[in-house]
């Protein structure tokens, strides 16, 4: 029966056995020469073998002793035990035989060999193998075809047009036509709009570079021509003597609203300006020059500093519609004096610093800016300047210069960069401001004009100190007067006859002041006089405020005709123009001024 079943059930081992706790005997093997087995795996009838002898691998002696476990409860395995040792690699399964009581008396155990098993098996799984990895590898080729064709191609075409593009940089009608229907497309299309993008902004950038560049050159000359409005040759005025001045400005952009000016009102005045436009750029330059010119013109006029700067605020306000103001400051300095009229339109304090001293903020009182309201007053404030004394006038561009932490230069840091300057020229005195300046400031950005303009009284051989005598116009004083240039004329060791000529002149002048200027009793004469050095001579000056008259527009008198034929007048003016060596008149701030000067030598 065992050998039926084991050969029907294609059954490797097929035996009756009695397992104990450490060893199993066989009674029945099928493993007999009529079936062709290999007698030398036949177990003898009764063969008593130990677990430990007959299991090769800790793995196959659990395997026993499960079995043992199983035949213990009377009962067999429902799952295959799987043993892998000398015998081959087996699935093995036993159930126990039972007596009338169901107590197990013996157990069947078969063992099928799987070693064709796995081997069909491990060829079916290297087939399977082979045909995944050969699907795989033709879906491979499959989608690499696929994706050139749809995506690598179209995507190298638009990289080839690329480059071609950026070797060219030719961006006019180049065009992409893709089909594949997909995100490729449009991509294509993006790309064709990307190029159309590009060639306008090539085309706009072009006319915007160009226009720059057009601007930048104009700008350039604005600069230039900007520059060469202000006084830029220095020495300014080579031929005096008495004074020297410099000035600088610089923009914080390509043209600037401050502005300095000097010019000589007339051979004894010299009118200084500093002035600073609201806001930056061209819209200030263009305002500047208009202020500018307007005070220029004005001073030209020979009105006082309050007058100008009156006259100027009306013309700036007129047609304002941009609302800009200027603030500035206006002196007229006489050479001759030392003496200055001044008035300030919401500008910074000047600083002043006397021959021995140290530079001060002169504390002036201010007026509205120029072009903030129509009608506004300015009042005036007047200095004198002694020979040794210098003024210096600034924008506020150098007090609110401002380094990286926000913090203001200020006039504190101003005054200690002039002191610290020492006895230095004017344009000395400037750069070493400016160099302070840039050292506070570091690496922050110039966010305003910087202007400074410095004026020197110089001490000079040629210089004349002038005195002053002022009486009432009347002819009682005519003594006074002539004692006061006697004085003058003894310490300059003066010659009789030019003594005489020098006295009947003052008197002829003096006169004409007390009897024509004023009403009686209602006015006063300023009489000036000082003796230079080189060459030696002697000036003085008339000033009163009566009605306007030139002597010198009147025509000379004509000697040759008789008494009876001249007409009246002229004589006494003409003898003055015959003995003196020099005669000058002007009309400014609303009074009458006339200069003699008389050679000594």
Known sequence: MFEKLKKEGNITFLSLVVPDEDSVTFYIDTCVPEMGDDPAAQIPYGSDILYTDAASTPDDLQVYYDIWD??????????????????GYNYTAVWPILDENGQAIAEIQYIIDMREVRSYLNSFLYTMLGISV???????????????????????????????????????????????GDEIEELGNSFNFMLEELDHYIDNLAKVTAEKERIGAELSVATQIQASMLPCIFPAFPEREEFDIYANMHPAKEVGGDFYDFFLVDNDHLALVIADVSGKGVPAALFMVIAKTLIKNEALTGKAPQEVLAA????????????????????????STGHMVASNAGHEFPAIKRRDGSFELYHDRHGFVLAGMEGSRYRPYELDLAPGDILFVYTDGVAEATNGENVLYGTDRMLSALNASGACKPEKLLDAVKADIDRFVGDAPQFDDITMLCLEVKTTDNAVHMDSLTVPAELEQLQAVQDFIEQHLRTANCSTKAEIAIQVAVEELYVNIAHYAYAPGHGEATIRCGVGSSPKKITIQFEDAGVPFDPLAKKDADISLSADEREIGGLGILMVKKSMDHMEYERRDGKNILTIEKILE
């Open 70 to 87: 199983l035949y213990a409860v009377n009962t067999g395995s429902e799952m295959p035990l799987i043993t892998d040792n000398s015998y």
């Open 134 to 180: 050969g699907i795989i590898g033709v879906a491979i080729v499959c989608y690499i075809v696929f994706v050139r064709y749809t995506v690598t191609k179209p995507v190298g075409t638009l990289a080839g047009m690329m480059e071609k593009i950026t070797r060219t940089s030719d961006f006019k009608n180049q065009h992409i036509e893709m089909h594949t």
């Open 312 to 335: 100027v605020n009306n013309q700036l306000c007129e047609n304002n519609d941009a609302e800009m103001f200027v603030t500035a400051w206006l002196g007229i300095y006489e050479i």
